[in-house]
């Protein structure tokens, strides 16, 4: 895992995307995006999921899972007929910006109306291109262009210029991760576990590609395991003719030895923790350790377990970019979380606001007046009113 590239998501500006008419925030190694059910959160982290499976599937199955291009772009009386994503990024060698606007037209159809990438590279000449309706209009790469088409993103065709290469893997290699306990719980058809999916329902090979893989990393899953659910040993792989499920070992009061319990007799709770640990510690594809973000992961959780999940997401941002989504005072209540971590996310009458804290609450916090949780509890925790309009490109 050392060997991997760290690539991180440095700044996000959405336009018109679902419910966020408008944001611009800058994103560090962990985020925590604060704010009551329904306000836009999962919104926002799906951003980063639509980039991402629009490049390493096509455009057209990352908007079709979400209902079509209507249901994308955001609903208001002003009727929208566009929405944009734009990213920074950076790692070891490259920073720069990608991003594209999707157009609707007449007949539930649309259209890549824009698109752009900018990539410097340490020590070498900058990379760039912009495409307009599927053709390349302007570019600083050298050689034959591919055929580019206005239904899918241009940086599919062009990834194979060495030059945007690594951003095409970073991209593609970032995660979203909505845990399933239920899906969890079914045997499950066994794959070569390299990649956790959404729902966490190959985890059972996953458990096992670490356990032969990446050993440290399974053992650091468990001792959280071990500390958010008392008398839990470990978690591995069990076979079951051409299906598989995870068998928990779990101490027993009056036993020497753990007993063996298969998923089925697992609660919710165990198997969202689980879910959550695999999902920050296990590598990306391609050796790049590229963003994750997980909701809600204090669900279905003991209140009490929420600092250990908050020192899990903490120690798994040192390896990898962490975000998760959160409405858990219990889960804020430490010391230790900085306030340059917190978005502060607010629905307006269906319009979603999403900002750093304001101003008083990050002094509050700095000078350890109050915990995040307990300026949560009191509803301190808004966007500021100019914290969506940082400058993300400049």
Known sequence: MAASTRFNITGVQLRDYRSIARCRV??????????????????????????????????????????????????????????????????ESISGSYGFTIGAVRGGDYRVSHEQCNVAHLGELPASFVARDGQVVETSLRGPMPKLVDDRLGLVALSGFEELRPVFDGLTGMNVFNLNPETMRQL??????????????????????????????????????????????????????????VEFRQR?????????????????????????????????????????????????????????????????????????????????????????????????????EIGRVGRASIQAIKDRLFTPGELLRVDQLAPDADSGQDSLFS
């Open 26 to 91: 800058r994103l560090g190694r962990m985020t925590l995006l604060v704010g009551p059910n329904g306000s836009g959160k999962s919104n926002f982290v799906d951003s980063l999921r639509f980039v991402s499976q629009a490049l390493s599937e096509t455009l057209d199955s990352a908007l079709r899972d979400r209902g079509g291009v209507s249901e994308v772009r955001r609903r208001s009386t002003g009727h929208p007929r566009h929405f944009t994503i734009d990213l920074s990024f950076e790692s």
């Open 188 to 245: 499950q058809k066994p794959d070569a576990g390299d990649l956790l999916r959404r729902d966490g329902a190959n985890v059972a090979s996953v458990l096992d590609s670490l356990k032969r893989n990446h050993p440290n990393l399974k053992e650091i899953i468990e001792d959280y395991l071990r500390k958010i659910v008392p008398g839990i040993e470990s978690a591995d792989r069990a076979s079951f003719g051409a299906w598989e499920s």
């Open 252 to 352: 027993v009061a009056g036993s020497p030895n753990p007993w063996s319990f298969q998923a089925t007799s697992m609660s919710d709770g165990t198997l969202r923790a689980l879910g959550v640990l695999v999902a920050l510690f296990s590598p990306s594809a391609q050796n790049v350790l590229a963003p994750v973000a997980v909701e809600e992961p204090e669900s279905a959780l003991h209140p009490g377990a929420a600092g250990i999940l908050l020192d899990a997401l903490g120690r798994a941002s040192e390896l990898r970019q962490v975000l998760a989504t959160t409405h858990s005072p219990e889960l804020l209540d430490s010391e230790s979380i900085e306030a340059e971590s917190l978005l502060a996310v607010r629905s307006l009458e269906g319009r979603t």
